[in-house]
């Protein structure tokens, strides 16, 4: 018998309340190189603001394809624990392990839920926690954003990455990525294509139009090394868990900042810009300690 923890993923799935993120990461590794690993591994130099993790712990929540616990080891963290709730998001991070750190004894991967509190329990504290684009799936967003607070060690950091709040248009994205996920599966890349496509053809028109055509290929093969999405991922998976990443749920990033503000937690990173229109907005804020 399976564990609960497949046997509750796979049930929502079957009923079309969740993307299976990790089959889409997993798709992923076929392309996954030198060259995204290093921009995976300067993304998080950058945002933490650090040469390196030597001397830290780093958890992963949510390890997705395992690409950015890779990019911790190799950062010289102390240590690395990756979990995740979706078996093949497990299996993803397993396998680039193995071909990159096949014997580390300090790189640890398990599966688990943000939202089980009895397993947060039992991984004491991180020196950096790090959860990109993670939470907002869970299907209980604040809960998970609160669940991830007593990870965080005294003058730890978390880094994580929430979708911005659009309103309306956040309403209409939710409906789309709930139609997407509860489409027989022969369906879903068509009407990844018919929601996506009108987008990618009005941007190659501007582009062609602006004098700039070669930006419309650039695009798409130099998409790992751009300033907004250079974490080293390829932009067609990038697309197909936007269009299917459900749950979805979105914060303004005034919401994020006050809400881990009352909870210890202090902003470092410069603020997102309110005006953002898609994607996620990123934070990097320090556990302060009780003197600060």
Not at 26 to 42: H, K
Not at 119 to 138: A, E, P, R
Not at 274 to 289: A, P, S, T, W, Y
Request: proline share 5%; charged share 20%; with cysteine.
């Amino acid at each position: 018998m399976l564990p609960e923890p497949h046997s509750q993923h796979a049930s929502e799935v079957g009923r079309g309340d969740r993307f299976e993120f990790g089959k889409n990461w997993a798709n992923f590794l076929s392309v996954l190189d030198d060259r995204r690993i290093e921009q995976a591994t300067r993304s998080l130099v950058t945002m933490l603001g650090v040469e390196n993790l030597q001397g830290k712990s780093f958890l992963d929540v949510g390890s997705g394809s395992g690409l950015f616990s890779l990019a911790a080891m190799r950062l010289g963290a102390t240590s690395v624990h990756s979990f995740d709730y979706d078996p093949h998001s497990i299996a993803s991070t397993r396998e680039v392990k193995r071909r990159y750190f096949p014997e580390a004894e300090n790189w640890t991967i398990a599966q688990g839920s943000v939202l089980d509190r009895d397993y947060l329990g039992s991984l004491g504290t991180y020196d950096v926690v790090y959860s990109w684009g993670v939470l907002h799936h869970t299907g209980s967003m604040w809960e998970a954003l609160g669940n991830v607070v007593p990870l965080v060690a005294p003058d730890g950091r978390l880094y994580i990455a929430i979708y911005n709040d659009q309103g309306a248009l956040s309403k209409w994205w939710t409906f789309l990525k709930k139609t997407y996920n509860r489409l027989p599966r022969v369906a879903q890349g068509p009407f990844a294509l018919l929601v996506m496509g009108p987008r990618e053809v009005a941007m190659a028109g501007w582009y062609i139009v602006s004098g700039q055509p070669m930006r419309t290929i650039h695009a798409w093969t130099r998409y790992h090394e751009q300033a907004v999405n250079g974490r080293g991922m390829s932009r067609w998976h990038n697309i197909i868990d936007w269009i299917g990443g459900y749950p979805f749920e979105v914060a303004t990033p005034e919401q994020i900042v006050q809400f881990y503000r009352d909870r210890g937690l202090v902003l470092e990173s410069p603020m997102p810009p309110r005006h953002r229109k898609m994607g996620c907005n990123e934070f990097v804020l320090r556990h302060v300690l009780p003197s600060d």
